[in-house]
């Protein structure tokens, strides 16, 4: 049978696969003032043509091409592969069959609704037109967060809260400039992203950004590896080798951790900012360099320069522009973003298809204080990726201390540890719920009885108990 379709094109297409011709010849009518309507014989090439086409739905009876398959329910494969190729179509599989083990095989396959013959067209119909507007819903849906999320990225970073707006406004103002920063924040709050962020706006974008954790190699190797050194210079020293801060000539020093130097090591490094020379250890001529230093610490570096842990001078050396990063428990509100970013990132990295938080589970997050940041909460959605099955990450796939934790805060506020006065806080319970129901009844108390689900004589006897 020849494509039917109407006229108007802009109409959704819905593709029919059956040779039923008396199937038809009840559907088409049903379905042409709301649809575009193809039909297909076969199964062939199903699966890319109805992407190319456009297709939004496909009824497909899984009994076609039976005579030339031999099979019973032939179509089931092809429903699995069109599923699995595209998610958002909406699949109607059909079948004369009475068995629910067909059924069933079919919902399994994919399918979103299945009917058996002989079909009423008409619960079809409508079936079809809520599944495409439930589709279209979630895709609005869709669009509307990943429109949000866009407008939360900012290079590395995800966020809108007004914390994270003064970092990016922070970064915009400096990137330009040469001037050394200083950036500040707990651990896992994302401070090397402020640095790369400031890099690519910069116009060293293209030269050497250098990064070293300074916390992380032992004394006996820091000031070789920041300063270079010359063949001979120290027991193992084979050959000569540039410093950090000479690999970074042109380009970008980051010094992450930079209140773990040691005094002398501030001491040559306040130097090197000063002349803009470096001189490898075991070096008698010193390089001219050029690199501009960004710094981050989580330590109180005034309190270390005022004991003397410090050097003050090179304090203000690198203290010219601050940036305070907020830590995680400060921008709650991000913390729905980021939890979808995470999933995101890390179901795609597993070859799983995108899960979802529930809203119960969100709130139990949004009571933790977070105390890795970040990282703390990116490392606990990775886990939960790989250890919940299903789409949906519940309450009760939380780490126990998380929820342990959020019960007890909440007891904590409604039983503080010195007790609470009982009669009172019931007292003010009925007021607050009593008040509610009068606004929400405009006043009428016979309305705000049936709301809160008691009669007429008990709220006139708690009107008045209350002087309400």
Not at 88 to 104: G, P
Not at 227 to 256: H, M, V, W, Y
Not at 319 to 347: K, S, T, W
Request: charged share 25%; aromatic share 6%.
């Amino acid at each position: 049978m020849p494509a039917s379709k109407v006229p108007y094109l802009d109409l959704p297409v819905v593709c029919t696969v059956t040779t039923d011709e008396e199937f038809l010849d009840e559907l088409i009518p049903e379905l042409v003032p709301w649809f575009q309507v193809v039909i297909r014989p076969d199964f062939e090439d199903l699966a890319r043509w109805t992407r190319e086409a456009n297709v939004v739905a496909v009824l497909l009876d899984i009994d076609t091409d039976k005579e030339e398959t031999g099979e019973d329910f032939g179509g089931l494969p092809i429903l699995r592969e069109m599923r699995t190729l595209n998610p958002d179509y909406v699949l109607f599989s059909l079948s004369r069959s009475r068995s629910r083990s067909v059924e069933k095989q079919a919902l399994e396959a994919g399918a979103d609704a299945h009917f058996r013959s002989p079909v009423d067209i008409s619960e079809l119909r409508l079936t079809l037109v809520e599944a495409l507007d439930t589709r279209r819903a979630l895709a609005a849906q869709e669009a509307s967060r990943k429109q949000a999320f866009e407008a939360s990225r900012f290079h590395d970073f995800v966020g809108a809260s007004e914390p994270m707006r003064m970092v990016y406004d922070a970064i915009q103002q400096v990137a330009g400039s040469n001037i050394n920063v200083l950036i500040r924040g707990e651990s896992g709050t994302g401070k090397e992203l402020v640095a790369k962020a400031i890099v690519a706006l910069s116009k060293r974008a293209n030269k050497p950004f250098i990064r070293l954790n300074c916390a992380a190699l032992p004394e006996n190797l820091i000031e070789s590896e920041l300063f270079g050194s010359e063949k001979g210079a120290f027991t193992g020293a084979t050959e000569s080798r540039p410093g950090q801060i000479e690999l970074a000539d042109g380009g970008t020093l980051f010094l992450d951790e930079i209140a773990t130097l040691t005094l002398p090591l501030q001491t040559k490094l306040l130097r090197v900012l000063e002349d803009h020379q470096v001189q490898r250890l075991g070096g008698r001529t010193a390089k001219k360099i050029d690199f501009r230093l960004l710094c981050a610490t989580n330590e109180p570096l005034e309190e270390m320069a005022r004991t003397g842990r410090f050097r003050e001078d090179l304090y203000y050396r690198i203290h010219v522009v601050p940036i305070q990063l907020p830590p995680l428990r400060e921008r709650m509100g991000d913390l729905p973003i980021l939890c979808d970013y995470f999933l995101q990132i890390h179901c795609k990295a597993n070859g799983f298809a995108t899960k979802q938080m529930t809203d119960e589970a969100m709130s139990i997050l949004e009571e933790h204080s977070w105390p890795g940041n970040v990282r703390e909460l990116e490392n606990l959605i990775q886990r939960l990726v790989i250890t919940v099955r299903g789409d949906e990450i519940r309450a009760s796939h939380l780490p126990h201390k998380l929820v342990a934790h959020n019960v007890a805060a909440k007891e904590a506020a409604l039983l503080p540890d010195e007790g609470t006065d009982f009669d009172g806080q019931v007292r003010q319970l009925e007021i607050s719920l009593l008040n509610a129901a009068l606004r929400r009844a405009e006043g009428s108390k016979a309305a705000a009885a049936r709301l809160l689900q008691i009669d007429g004589q008990r709220i006139k006897y708690l009107c008045r108990k209350y002087s309400l």
